[in-house]
């Protein structure tokens, strides 16, 4: 049998008060199609003596998943805002960087420009320059992407899946649809 | 003399109605400190179709700039929200993962933590577990940093400055103090 390729589980899952039952449950889908999930805060974090030093041991271990990992499945459904976690963000960033296997999804329905538009109260004009501006003068993305272009495009020019699937406000963490559809989907590339 | 070293100019500041002009200021003392800046945007991005596919294009140019770049530095004063530009952040990570030359700022000097605790109205509590928590269950990080600990961390991993500066609300996007700090740094390790 080949090494199954690794793949590592990007989300602020991490931050809810049930994060280990979704990372297992998110683990446990990933095996059954075939690959090896590696989730963030799986190790024990080495002490400090200051919560700073702490924070940069977290920063380690978890470079050193990805490092270890061929590829990312990122959940960049929108957290405490109208945008992704950033440490995902930073994680799927880094990935492509690193030229790894790259897949995301959102359990979110409403677009980067709908969401956006919805911080601004939908007061969004078209200016001068033929560019869609808010209020106070900053100008939106609408290029029909689930995130700003650098996240959707760098996944999907790379082939990798971009999943959406509009879960309930009740089962926004804990609904794996679009996640699973990823897992399909590098599963038929791989 | 050697050629200079190319620093990719990551930031929000491309959405602002003077995103010309700012990014010509940041440019201009890139310079100064020996560098050769590389702005987002610089280009003429090819015309698509659709515009999807105009954003998928945004994206390879970008992409196409940062690995040009020997290194990058990352404004990550909040934006929209909470939390940096998540464009900016993915382009962070994505120079981390190619193992450049990395910096970060913020004209805010409210913590990571600090912050996040705002956005819950300091409803924050100690949950059983020793953590910090918010009213809707999630945990808060208070690492003492600027960032999400893989952005911050990154940076201070590195050995790249993590610069801090409390600009005015009138300066927050034309104050380069924080920027200039970055430069000074960087041109001090090369």
Redesign the interface.
Known sequence: MPTPLKLYLAGPE????N?RAILDAKAALTRTYGFEPICPGDLAIPPAP???Q???N???V??GF?NRADGVIANLTPF????????T??????????GKLVACYTNVAASHYDR?AD?YAGEIHI?EDGRK?APD?????????I????????V??RGGPVAVHAATSETLWTDLTAFEFCLKALSERV
């Open positions: 991490v931050f809810l008060p994060a200051t919560k700073h702490f924070g940069l977290i920063s380690e978890d470079e990805m405490r805002g109208i945008a992704a976690d950033p440490g963000v930073f994680e799927l960033g880094y990935m492509c960087g690193a956006t911080y200016a501006r003068g900053t100008m939106l993305e609408d290029f029909e992407m995130e700003n272009l650098m996240l959707h495009g760098g999907e020019r």
